[in-house]
């Protein structure tokens, strides 16, 4: 795949998934769910300025430069502790649209994350480091939607580690 090819499949999952986020938000009642949307929606915007800032560089340049892309959510393992709080105040909610929306966020958010490997797997030098930056930060928005619909969905695990298991 060409590095123009690349980045407009690039543009066309980050703005599906910053959609889907916005969405969610629109329809979410909980604060902090609200919150939770908007900032992930904020940082895939970033991502589609950066695509396009590329691409801009790419027609003109005939090159692509990978300079640093920050995300503004936490680090994984704080944004654990920022939600770890929750289970009383979600105790007896009824989270249906919130799991349904996360769900889809999810299976989007791993698409989109294996679009970025495959590009960092085929493409070389400033193209492959791009792409490896944006991949790294969508393996984050995984993990932190994950954590979420498995926290709201209180099915004994977080972040992929089992906090207790029934059978004995």
Do not use: C
């Not at 797997?121 to 979420?148: K, L, N, P, S, Y």
């Not at 969905?153 to 580690?161: A, K, P, Q, V």
């Amino acid at each position: 795949m060409q590095i123009e090819e690349a980045i407009a499949q690039a543009l066309t999952y980050e703005t599906r998934i910053r959609d889907l986020y916005r969405e969610a938000a629109e329809q979410t009642s909980d604060p902090k769910g609200v919150r939770v949307f908007e900032a992930l929606a904020a940082d895939e915007q970033r991502h589609i300025d950066y695509l396009e800032h590329k691409q801009r560089q790419w027609r003109a340049e005939g090159l692509v430069t990978a300079e640093p892309l920050a995300s503004a959510l936490p680090p994984v393992t704080q944004f654990k502790a920022a939600i770890s709080g929750l289970q009383s105040r979600l105790a007896g909610e009824d989270l249906g649209d919130e799991k349904r929306m996360l769900s889809k966020a999810l299976q989007v958010e791993v698409e989109t994350s294996a679009f970025y490997r495959r590009m960092t797997e085929t493409m070389t030098g400033e193209a492959r480091a791009m792409f490896a930056r944006i991949q790294e930060i969508e393996d984050g928005h995984v993990a932190i939607v994950q954590a979420e619909l498995d926290y709201i969905s209180h099915n004994g695990f977080w972040f992929d580690l089992q906090e207790f298991d029934m059978e004995y």
